[in-house]
Every structure is written in C-alpha cells, then in structure tokens.
C-alpha cells in the first residue's frame, strides 16, 4: 500500500484528489494539507511515502515545504502537481528535490503512473513536462 499526502490550498482539488486515488486499491490517502508547513507537520506525524505538492501555497511554498522534507525526511518522495508548465517552475521543484512533477490538467493521465512510478525509486515527469508544452 502505497501512503500519500496531499499539499494543495485548494480544498476542491484536494477533495477530488483523494477520491480518485481511493479509488486505487494500492493507494491509501493518509492526510491533506493546505500549506508547505501543514505539509512538513503531517508528513512528521503520518511518514508517508509519497507527497502531492502544489507549488503556489502560504506561507511556506511547496517549493520550500518539498526542500526542507528532503532535507529532513529523506525517505519520503515528493511529487510538484501544479499548473505551472515554465520550465523555472519545473526546475525549482525538481532542484528542491522533488522526484517528479505533473501539470495538474493531465492529473487524470499522469497522477497514479507518478506516484507508481516515483514509488519504485524513479523519475516520472508526466505529460508535456520534458519539452514544457501543454
């Protein structure tokens, strides 16, 4: 069973998120978050394995949530889900130490591929993510 915590300040996202990944017999969400820090604290409590991180989110970035996880927490992996397709935004992320990212319109193609894939110790960059397009 594969554990993962959500990070997204939209409550929407999050909520469908989890469903869908519930629906995998293999996945199991075990805690959402709204910020980097929010993040930091569940990933302390629930030791995951597996950590969706949006970018845009207050006051501490996904960016700077996904830093200090490395840092702290190595064992965890964590996936950027964002809408940001620059490849800045790509690198941030992955320069952080993210093990992937997926642009947030291609969750429904790319999302359980990421989180299987990164499991196993890859790199998973989804859909349009190595040549920046949409």
């Known amino acids: ?8 300040d939209h409550p929407e996202i999050r909520s469908a998120w989890s469903m869908f990944l519930r ?3 293999n996945i199991n969400v075990v805690g959402e978050c709204t910020n980097g820090q ?13 950590v969706l991180m949006d970018i845009n989110m207050k006051p501490i970035s996904g960016i700077e949530a996904t830093s200090k996880l490395a840092a702290e927490y190595p064992g965890v992996k964590v996936i950027g889900v ?8 790509i690198r941030k ?3 952080a130490g993210a093990r992937g ?8 193609e790319d999302l359980v591929k990421a ?20």
């Open 82 to 89: 964002s809408f940001h397709t620059s490849p800045v935004y």
């Open 38 to 50: 929010e993040a930091i604290d569940t990933v302390r409590e629930s030791q995951p394995d597996i």
């Open 93 to 95: 992320m992955l320069d």
């Open 23 to 25: 629906s995998h017999a």
């Open 1 to 8: 069973m594969i554990r993962i915590v959500i990070a997204d």
């Open 115 to 134: 989180i299987e894939e990164v499991y196993k110790g890859n790199i998973f960059l989804g859909k349009g993510v190595k040549d920046g397009t949409k």
């Open 101 to 108: 990212y997926v642009f947030k319109y291609a969750v429904a």
